[in-house]
T-cell receptor, first 110, second 115 residues
Framework: QKEVEQNSGPLSVPEGAIASLNCTYSDRGSQSFFWYRQYSGKSPELIMFIYSNGDKEDGRFTAQLNKASQYVSLLIRDSQPSDSATYLCAVSPSNNDMRFGAGTRLTVKP | GAVVSQHPSWVICKSGTSVKIECRSLDFQATTMFWYRQFPKQSLMLMATSNEGSKATYEQGVEKDKFLINHASLTLSTLTVTSAHPEDSSFYIC???????????FGPGTRLTVL
């Protein structure tokens, strides 16, 4: 079992819709959870991080964490074509250590 | 804040030569930096963890004698690809771990092409 699992996609949504990206992880002791966005040919950039169970909102992005289910998700409201990218889920089991999922490719169609 | 730079951004070299890539945290100190490699349309692959003042920790399958890592200061780590071959052509990305923020910030990446 991979440490961090994501559906590779591609996930395609129409412009203006909500995009839902999901991630599961295997290490129950994980404390920190991150979502990165990576455009083609570029390096990843941090979108959000979440530490506590529940929802965390930042603009059009909402991260959701459920430690009991070992599940973290990212919702993108009012999706725009510029949101088209690969989204990487990352989990930090301990300090200085971060494990990445393989990423979900999102396409937002105009 | 939290800016990480890499140099060079791209490099083309002949097979058999060595290439050095620098990773710098510009506005914070990074005790730990990470080196990743990414082939086209594939996910990030962690190559090694670089710790300031000590030897790097390499992931399984990564040759430490081929990919030399030096983390001489709290703001600089270097990766040297020795005797590069065409199969080493890839996108090399570093990240720096920010203490306190408990997260990694990525550099812009270095695209290496070995002819």
């Amino acid at each position: 079992q991979k440490e961090v699992e994501q559906n590779s996609g591609p996930l395609s949504v129409p412009e203006g819709a909500i995009a839902s990206l999901n991630c599961t992880y295997s290490d129950r002791g994980s404390q920190s959870f991150f979502w990165y966005r990576q455009y083609s040919g570029k390096s990843p950039e941090l979108i959000m991080f979440i530490y506590s169970n529940g929802d965390k909102e930042d603009g059009r992005f909402t991260a959701q964490l459920n430690k009991a289910s070992q599940y973290v998700s990212l919702l993108i409201r009012d999706s725009q074509p510029s949101d088209s990218a690969t989204y990487l889920c990352a989990v930090s089991p301990s300090n200085n250590d971060m494990r990445f999922g393989a990423g979900t490719r999102l396409t937002v169609k105009p | 804040g939290a800016v990480v730079s890499q140099h060079p951004s791209w490099v083309i070299c002949k097979s058999g030569t060595s290439v050095k890539i620098e990773c710098r945290s510009l506005d914070f100190q990074a005790t730990t930096m990470f080196w990743y490699r990414q082939f086209p349309k594939q996910s990030l692959m962690l190559m090694a963890t670089s710790n300031e003042g000590s030897k790097a920790t390499y992931e399984q399958g990564v040759e430490k004698d081929k990919f030399l890592i030096n983390h001489a200061s709290l703001t600089l780590s270097t990766l040297t690809v020795t005797s590069a071959h065409p199969e080493d052509s890839s996108f090399y990305i570093c990240s720096a771990y920010m203490d306190g923020a408990d997260t990694q910030y990525f550099g812009p990446g270095t695209r290496l092409t070995v002819l």
